[in-house]
């Protein structure tokens, strides 16, 4: 599943935290957002995570960010183990780990110029030996992402959508990283704007090899970024492929779900196609089911899916799933 030349590594991650809802007892409840999953992804790479919300793929990219805690398991980074690393200790590795953040205009200082938005990172990490270097560096990573040295005088309110996230992109860009995540970069934007943000992206990916980590609930993004896909359900990871393995021949009944309802351009294939229609809610993460945990909306269920959960099964050795009907 990982190995050596992996520039991240998830070995059995669990996050757990306590939720505000309370019984009748008031003791705090406990939920495990993110239930022992494990992958590896290597430098220039991106890795789509996907499912629906509550499924655990934030809490993932913020345990990896240390943004959050991890109860158990090990995050390694550059064959160095991050788990267990002090705010400290974990610093000078903080800024080859960035983030993109679903909102550009939340993410954004309303009271910065952009200029000192993306030259921020710059002074928190003392990377700048003068004045002229900190403009130089700010005004080569603006030009990068497509916007103007002029533009930088400017405020967040003053840019479109696009604009705003492409100024993200900058303040995530400009120390450098190895890996960024990618926390649904594109789900605000219009669509005609989502393919020049991601086209941007594929290209900063192929001038500087930097790695992503892309969370996203739109698959038809996924596919077109992704070199490796992660299907999550209810804090577990349910199918693990290649991109191509993963949407041209899925395996779990919930990647199939997914996967028939992206929308195809073509009007009479769109109109003859079968969409499998999930049923049902997602299972409260407080009560998850038994077994497996998804067994409540499968249309495939068994009797065994009730009882016990599903091992993880190798399918090739880019693609694994975790389902009885392939144990």
Known sequence: MT?????????????????????????????????????????????????????????????????????????????????????????????????????????????????????????????????????????ETLEIVGLSREMGKRYPHEFSGGQRQRIGIARAIILKPDLIVCDEPVSALDVSIQAQIINLLEQLQQDFNIAYLFIAHDLAVVQHISHKVIVMYLGKIVEMASREELYESPKHPYTQALLSAI???????????????????????????????????????????????????KITNSHSVACHLYS
Request: charged share 30%; aromatic share 4%; with cysteine.
């Open 3 to 139: 190995n050596d030349k992996d520039l991240l590594t998830v070995r059995n991650l669990v996050v757990e935290y306590f939720s505000n809802q309370r019984p009748l007892s008031g003791e705090k409840l406990k939920v495990r957002a993110v239930n022992d999953i494990s992958f590896g992804l290597k430098r220039g790479e991106t890795l789509g995570i996907v499912g629906e919300s509550g499924c655990g793929k934030t809490s993932t990219a913020l345990a990896i960010l240390k943004m959050i805690d991890s109860t158990s398991g090990e995050i390694l980074f550059d064959q160095i183990s991050i788990s267990s690393l002090n705010k400290r200790k974990f610093r000078p590795l903080r800024q080859k780990l960035q983030m993109i953040y679903q909102d550009p205009f939340g993410a954004l200082n309303p009271r910065m110029a952009v200029r000192d938005i993306v030259g921020e990172p710059l002074k928190a990490h003392k990377k700048v030996r003068n004045r002229k270097d900190y403009d130089s560096k700010i005004d």
């Open 263 to 313: 929308p195809i351009p073509s009007p009479d294939l769109e109109a003859t196609r079968e969409i499998k229609m999930l049923e049902g809610e997602i299972p409260s993460p407080l009560n998850p089911p038994s077994g497996c945990s998804f067994h409540n909306r499968c249309p495939l269920s068994k009797p065994e899916c009730t009882k016990n959960s599903p091992k993880t099964t």
